[in-house]
């Protein structure tokens, strides 16, 4: 059995968990855990994707993703929005 996979899953569910307890706790963040929670649902799936190249593809996907998150919040900081 590989162990990435699992741990993955195993670490997809713990902070699906915290998400949803921090929700509970401050009900103004449901959709962003909801939306988070989701994501991470994604991610764990890809892990457990037979396929090398779909889960490259969806691993540079995800780091653009959060390169482009970045600049964008730095931007908006920058401008003064946030």
Do not use: N, Q, T
């Amino acid at each position: 059995m590989k162990y990435i996979p699992l741990a993955a899953c195993i670490s997809v569910a713990f902070y699906v968990v915290l998400m949803l307890l921090e929700a509970s706790l401050h009900p103004a963040i449901l959709p962003g855990a909801m939306i988070g929670a989701v994501l991470l649902g994604i991610l764990a799936a890809a892990f457990v994707w037979k396929s090398d190249h779909a889960k490259h593809l969806g691993e540079v996907i995800l780091i653009w993703i959060m390169v482009l998150g970045f600049i964008i919040y730095g931007l908006l900081r920058f401008g003064g929005l946030l």
